[in-house]
């Protein structure tokens, strides 16, 4: 097989396999971890493997079990060392990554518990330097490493080399970023909660393993993969470090590649067909980059940028920028439900029904405000019916302090009877017992989705939706599980599509489409599709637009937007009087800088920047503005592409 890059590839410094899903990718990631352990069995040697965790490797984790369950795949030969754990917690605690690959794959397999290896994170401070040096030493004892799993972080990091991670660093102990603790909060039921240090695999150990596999899933990915991918050499980015090895590749799913240039800019890798969402794509760069507005776009500014082609093929500048000023112009809406009695030919919603069903999923409670709260509270004040259905209780992210906050108003207010007392005496003992972050008790559990309900319809009601029509279908999934160890199946598509069936929607808005497939919103995702694949034969089905708005992980520029709705000041603070009544999500951290990073404030910035991007592009300039895509299998699709 010739291995040399494609012409699509040449900006490209890691060799980079792109598929269509997660779930294919892992097929061919596993098949290859397979035939690596069989030939070595066959040669009677042990096949070594560096281990990763976090919600990337997890569905490839599932794939190995399925080939030792299905296909005979034995681990009996194989010899595991993991890139990293927290410092300070025991290898039984449910945080530590020596719990999670039990619980993710070890316990699944019939692996030696001594051939096993993670990192000590409760060896004392004095002891830490030898025993990482012990540690590098066992995996020279074992041969080295043969295939090291990768993830990586927002910040870059790879194990838990964050920024500033020297190219030839060794397994250490290390500070986590401040990002990074974010990111692991969920887990642990708040920032402060998160260990401040780990025990990490140096780059330069992680460089000495002789084939590497960087995994990646999800739109948040998409940029920090590109600089390490196409980016320089920098210790600002420490995955940039794996352009050094002549035996590494990436396997990524579309999504996280988006921003790579041959999917971002594919007129600078090669010859491309001009379909009209290239040529949107390929001006609204074009402007972008040049910082000026469509309409001053001149030939010169196409011909220096590689855009004489599309040229042309397209006819005349002016033509070409009046037509792309139009499409995004024509984005723009402050009628997401149609505007009754007036020309729909070149709006994204038609005008009848004039008052339209609408209905909108959202994975966890916050969601959907986050994405359209501005929206849902304009549709509401233009009347349509709107109903939001929260899939999950949202009960896992409340932590312990929200809680108890509760059970103390409870008790002020005397709860009547003598039982309801006892058992909100047994809770708050609960909470005092157990670490923040240990597993709650089923009866915790829902008293932690009460709050979440509780701050929920604060929310609707702020944004005037009938409470009557604010579901919570509790879904099953999510009340089984725990982050990362959820598993889904008919019952969870099932609730969905009865929703969707009793309202008969004229509008459905999802999310999730790019996000990691394991987090609550990829999960959501996946089955509000199957949902609306066995509602296709509906006769409602035909009429009903089904729309995507977007998330916190990454702003969408103009060219990827099919409806924009524009809020004023006003409508912002409405937005973000919503947002903060969501009270259990906030930062437990007083007021540091932080706080900027909160999803109330990152959303506000998002909504904010999208209206600036469309104000450079020489369109209206407005205060903030709520993205939407139309999803392929909608009614609206061909309308609008
Ligand atoms: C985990 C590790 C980290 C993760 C990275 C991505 O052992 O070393 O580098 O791979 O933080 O995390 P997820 O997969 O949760 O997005």
Redesign the pocket.
């Known amino acids: 097989m010739d291995n040399s890059p494609t012409e699509a590839e040449q900006y490209e410094r890691i060799r980079t396999r792109v598929f269509r899903s997660s779930d294919e990718a892992v097929r061919v990631v596993a098949a290859s971890i397979a035939r690596l352990i069989r030939e070595r069995q066959e040669e009677g040697r042990n096949a070594v493997l560096g281990?990763?965790?976090?919600?990337?490797?997890?569905k490839l984790y599932r794939e190995l079990i399925r080939l030792h369950r299905e296909e005979g795949l034995s681990f009996r030969s194989v010899v595991t060392f993991?890139?990293?754990e927290y410092y300070g917690l025991p290898p039984q605690h449910p945080e530590s990554?020596r719990q999670f690959m039990e619980v993710q794959l070890f316990k699944h397999v019939d692996i030696p518990t001594a051939n096993i290896h993670v990192p000590d994170g409760m060896v004392s401070r004095l002891g830490v330097f030898e025993c990482c040096l012990a540690y590098e030493r066992k995996i020279g004892d074992a041969g080295g490493v043969d295939v090291q799993l990768?993830?990586?972080?927002?910040t870059g990091?790879?194990?838990?080399?964050e920024p500033g991670s020297a190219i030839e660093s060794r397994t250490r102990m290390v500070a986590l970023d401040r990002l990074?603790r974010r990111?692991a909060a969920r887990d642990f039921r708040g920032e402060a909660n998160v260990p401040e240090y780990a025990i990490?695999m140096g780059v330069g150990t992680i460089l000495q393993a002789r084939e590497l596999t960087l995994?990646?899933w999800?739109e948040?990915?998409a940029s920090i993969l590109r600089a390490a991918i196409e980016g320089p050499q920098t210790d600002t980015v420490p995955a940039s470090f794996l352009q050094r090895h002549s035996n590494c590749r990436c396997y990524i799913d579309e999504a996280a590649a988006s921003e790579l240039t041959r999917f971002r800019s594919p007129w600078k890798v090669g010859p491309v067909k001009w379909a009209p969402l290239t040529v949107r794509k390929a001006v609204v760069s074009l402007a972008s980059d040049l910082k000026k507005a469509v309409l001053r776009l001149r030939d010169e500014d196409y011909a220096e940028n590689g855009l004489a082609p599309l040229l042309v093929e397209t006819g005349s500048t002016y033509s070409l920028n009046i037509r792309i000023f139009n499409e995004l112009q024509h984005t723009i809406t402050g009628w997401p439900g149609g505007k009754p009695n007036a020309d729909d030919t070149n709006r994204p919603v038609p005008a009848e029904p004039p008052i339209k069903r609408v209905l909108v999923f959202s994975p966890e409670p916050l969601d959907a405000e986050i994405g359209m709260a501005g929206t849902l509270h304009r549709l509401v004040r233009q009347r349509h019916e709107v109903s939001l259905a929260y899939l999950t209780s949202g009960s896992l992210s409340v932590p312990d302090a929200e809680a108890r906050m509760a059970f103390s108003l409870l008790h002020e207010l005397g709860v009547s009877q003598p039982d309801s007392l006892a058992r909100l005496g047994a809770l708050a003992e609960e909470t005092e017992k157990k670490a923040p972050f240990d597993e709650d008790s089923p009866e915790l559990r829902r008293f932690k989705g009460l709050i979440r309900k509780a701050e929920a319809r604060a929310s609707c009601q702020i944004l005037g939706l009938n409470l009557e029509r604010v579901r919570f279908l509790d879904l099953a999934f999510y009340e089984q599980g725990r982050y990362?160890q959820f598993r889904w199946g008919p019952d969870d598509v099932k609730s969905i599509a009865a929703l969707i069936c009793l309202v008969q929607p004229h509008q459905i808005y999802l999310t999730g489409a790019g996000a990691?497939p394991s987090s609550i919103a990829g999960i959501a995702f996946q089955l509000g599709s199957a949902a609306l694949r066995t509602c296709t034969s509906e006769p409602w089905f035909p009429n009903c637009q089904i729309w995507f708005y977007a998330s916190n992980e990454r702003p969408w520029p103009p060219h990827e937007i099919d409806m924009a709705v524009p809020l004023s000041p006003a409508e912002l603070a409405i937005k973000l009087d919503c947002l903060y009544h969501h009270r259990s999500q906030r930062s437990q951290t007083p007021f540091t800088e932080t706080q900027a990073g909160e999803g109330w404030q990152q959303a506000e910035q998002i909504n904010r920047e999208t209206a600036q991007h469309y104000d450079r592009l020489g369109l209206a300039e407005y205060e903030a503005i709520e993205s939407f895509r139309v999803h392929k299998e909608s009614a609206v699709h061909t309308r609008l592409r």
């Not at 281990?51 to 997890?58: D, E, K, R």
């Not at 990768?150 to 927002?154: D, E, S």
């Not at 990091?157 to 080399?161: A, E, K, P, W």
Request: proline share 3%.
């Open positions: 281990l990763a965790t976090g919600s990337t490797p997890l993991n890139l990293d990554y990768l993830g990586i972080g927002r990091h790879i194990g838990f080399n990074t990111d990490t995994l990646a999800g948040s990915k990362r990691d």
